[in-house]
């Protein structure tokens, strides 16, 4: 079963807009982590935050978590075409190494 | 160069053969992970390893198999048992610390023929 389900499951924005992903799951989790995949490719690491953390930063990447609710969103602020992948939510649960994904986000950026 | 390196790129395979994914790390990573990929779709747990000669079964194990004999190698088979084995198939490591972040191959794209 899927820990972390995504939404939307598409999104197409315009260049310079920004993109919000969201990602709920259902059991207590010690991180939670954001992935992009470009097409037919391996996954790449965005960013990772602890469950005892509410808010991260990277470049132009925001990552919110709220863990009252089970979620999380990563924002993609100015977004440009090259952004242009899915997005992917990851957890890990504190007494288990599993690392279970989500389905998914596909965002579009029209150049 | 680190990394993790996934072989071949794409398989073929008749229906009723087993077939073996490479996986390949020398990150000194301790936990290996295989996901598979549906098209359109998320990832998929399959099996997972924490340490050598110690693998775990994921969401979707059945007709599936692995091996952790070297630290460094997370073989897959995909067995004749696995009634709908097309699909992409992702292979990751990470250290056992805690927090941190999975490394993902390239992936392998296995198509029954």
């Known amino acids: 079963s899927q820990q972390g389900e995504e939404d939307p499951q598409a999104l197409s924005i315009q260049e310079g807009e920004n993109a919000t992903m969201n990602c709920s799951y259902k059991?207590?989790?010690?991180?939670l982590q954001w992935y992009r995949q470009n097409s037919g490719r391996g996954l790449v690491h965005l960013i990772l935050?602890?469950?005892?953390?509410r808010e991260k930063h990277s470049g132009r990447l925001r990552v919110t978590l709220d863990t009252s609710k089970k979620s999380s969103s990563l924002l993609i602020t100015a977004s440009r075409a090259a952004d242009t992948a899915s997005y992917f939510c990851?957890?890990?649960?504190?007494?288990?190494?599993?690392?279970?994904f989500g389905s998914g986000t596909r965002l579009l950026v029209r150049p | 160069d680190g990394g993790i390196t996934q072989s071949p790129k794409y398989l073929f395979r008749k229906e009723g053969q087993n077939v073996t994914l490479s996986c390949e790390q020398n990150?000194?990573?301790?936990?290996m992970y295989w996901y598979r990929q549906d098209p359109g779709q998320g990832l998929r747990l399959i099996y997972y390893?924490?340490?050598?000669?110690?693998?775990q079964k994921g969401d979707i194990a059945e007709g599936y198999s692995v091996s952790r004999e070297k630290k460094e190698s997370f073989p897959l088979t995909v067995t004749s048992a696995q009634k709908n084995p097309t699909a992409f198939y992702l292979c990751?490591?990470?250290?056992?610390?805690?927090?941190?972040?999975?490394?993902f191959g390239q992936g392998t794209r296995l198509t029954v023929v």
């Open positions: 990751a490591s990470r250290t056992n610390r805690d927090n941190t972040e999975a490394f």
């Open positions: 059991t207590s989790i010690n991180n």
């Open positions: 935050i602890r469950s005892n953390e």
């Open positions: 990851a957890t890990q649960t504190a007494s288990s190494y599993k690392l279970i």
């Open positions: 990150l000194n990573h301790d936990a």
């Open positions: 390893s924490q340490i050598v000669n110690d693998f």
